[in-house]
């Protein structure tokens, strides 16, 4: 019996251990996303990158709160696309990506705000 227990418990563990990194998102695959115009539906032609190009300005944005609220505003006023359920895999792989960015220093010349 202690065999069948030591596979459950890894069984468990396993399961616990992805959905932890689902829950935390996967900032490359958020990354991919910034780039690209058709994310939520985007029908504008224009990414996330277009306006914050490489994150640009969005180093504070990991704190917000409602960020995904704010994700969604530039999605449906900027990208022109219907928006992304906020408990979507792509919006946690966007949030980790814009969480990411957190403690980058912005490139020489752009302004700190
Ligand atoms: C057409 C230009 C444009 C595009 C494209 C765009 N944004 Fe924005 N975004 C803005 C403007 C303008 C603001 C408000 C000014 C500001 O706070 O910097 C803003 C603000 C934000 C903020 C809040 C920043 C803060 O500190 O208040 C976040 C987060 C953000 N955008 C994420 C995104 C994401 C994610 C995408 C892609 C889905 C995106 N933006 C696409 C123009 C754009």
């Excluded at 792509?90 to 403690?103: P, V």
């Amino acid at each position: 019996m202690k065999c069948l227990r030591i596979a459950m418990l890894s069984m468990v563990s396993l399961v616990l251990i992805f959905s932890l990194a689902i829950a935390a998102g996967d900032a490359e695959k958020g990354k991919a996303l910034f780039k690209d115009p058709k994310f939520g539906g985007g029908t504008a032609g224009v990414s996330c990158n277009s306006c914050h190009p490489d994150g640009k300005g969005l180093e504070k944005a990991g704190d917000m709160k409602g960020l995904e609220k704010q994700v969604n505003a530039c999605v449906q006023n900027a990208l022109k696309g219907k928006g992304i359920d906020p408990k979507s895999a792509e919006m946690t792989d966007i949030l980790a990506y814009l969480k990411s960015l957190k403690g980058k220093t912005p490139a020489a010349g752009t302004p700190k705000k």
